[in-house]
């Protein structure tokens, strides 16, 4: 069985409260599949089981078994390992120096799990694809990546558009770290898609063009989690971040989103990352985001930006696609400057669609 199969039974056998004799017979279904496809199929044949293919029956990452299998459909079955990197499912590669962590999955190919694959949130391929997927051959494909860090999703969603036969592809990124920043056209080269035009900003993103204040940072390698701080004058965040921890800032130029979404073609697929000012960013953007951008992934990581970035949206019409809430520690094990901070374990995610494009 693929790792994943053996997530599904697992949460199946789970999530169902199944009797020991069924969950025996759901392994059985699942040792006499071929592949995912063979076992979706038996598991839709089953009355026992086929409430797992139902639209409502989400994997604990957010997506369906359909839609897992709709991103298992792109996996590169010619990917393979090379030393000094390691290489996810879909056979893009990024080279192991780029964050510290990563050491120990050098020379290895990343299977596809219910969480997704490598460092990447299974909803994140399906957003990426999905948008991929409703574009035309002869359409431009404009990605916008926003916390780009070294442009995972410009080089993976330029790689997939390729593949599918898109040739006006464009890719925007705008990253604050200049370390990181750098990292992005080594990776671009690395997967073959340093051709594609790309427009890129050292920068951080904000609601306006501007300063802000960024974390200094000897070894970005370390930490992929630094954000801007916009409220200067506030002081309860002069000199810490986000997460509450103290840090030395310095002033960097700040791209408002508005701008951004003005200055170039139609965002095919926008991905906001930029660690907790996602609702701040998103709601000076609403104009602009109903003219110029189809499809976007938020990474949330509270719930109170969940909640805010919503309620922009959806009061904007936008349609909510698939979501998952970021997972949170609320307890005394993470405190700083005197107070106990919530730890996101794990980010959220948040897919969403712009009908005025459909």
Known sequence: MTPL??????????FGDLPPE???????????????????????????FAWAVSQDFHLPAGLGLNDHLFCTDHIDPNATAADGYVTDCFGIRTQTDTATKWAPL??????WTFRGCFEHDA???????????????????????????????ITAGAVFAKRQGLSNIHVTA??????????????RKDNGVDDVPLTAHHAVVGPF???????????????????????????????????????????????GLP???????????????????EAMVIAAALDELDQFCRRMYVATHSRSVEWEVAQSLMGRG????????CEMHFGDAYTQTGRTWPLVLKDGAQYWRNPAFD
């Not at 199969?5 to 789970?14: C, G, L, Q, R, T």
């Not at 705008?174 to 990776?187: K, L, M, S």
């Not at 936008?318 to 809430?325: F, H, R, T, Y």
């Open 22 to 48: 069924d969950t025996a017979d759901l392994r059985a279904l699942a040792e006499a599949s071929t592949s995912l496809e063979d076992l979706v199929a038996s598991v839709r044949n089953d009355r026992r």
């Open 259 to 277: 701008g951004l979404l003005k200055d170039g073609p139609i965002v095919d697929f926008l991905h906001v990352d930029i660690q907790n000012s």
């Open 5 to 14: 199969a053996v997530d599904v039974i697992d949460f199946m056998a789970s």
């Open 209 to 255: 063009d501007g300063t802000a204040l960024f974390p200094v940072l000897p070894d970005s390698t370390h930490d992929m989690g630094f954000a801007a701080i916009f409220d200067r004058d506030d002081p309860a965040t002069i000199g810490k971040d986000y997460r509450g921890a103290h840090r030395e800032h310095i002033k960097v130029a700040s791209k």
């Open 318 to 325: 936008w349609v909510l696609m698939k979501e998952k809430a």
């Open 106 to 111: 050098d020379g290895t190919v990343q299977p």
């Open 174 to 187: 705008v990253e604050g770290d200049r370390q990181r920043f750098e990292f992005i056209t080594r990776h």
């Open 123 to 153: 909803m994140e391929w399906f957003a990426l694809l999905d948008s991929i997927r409703v574009s035309k051959p002869n359409d431009t494909f404009h990605i916008m990546e926003l916390g780009a860090g070294w442009g995972p999703w």
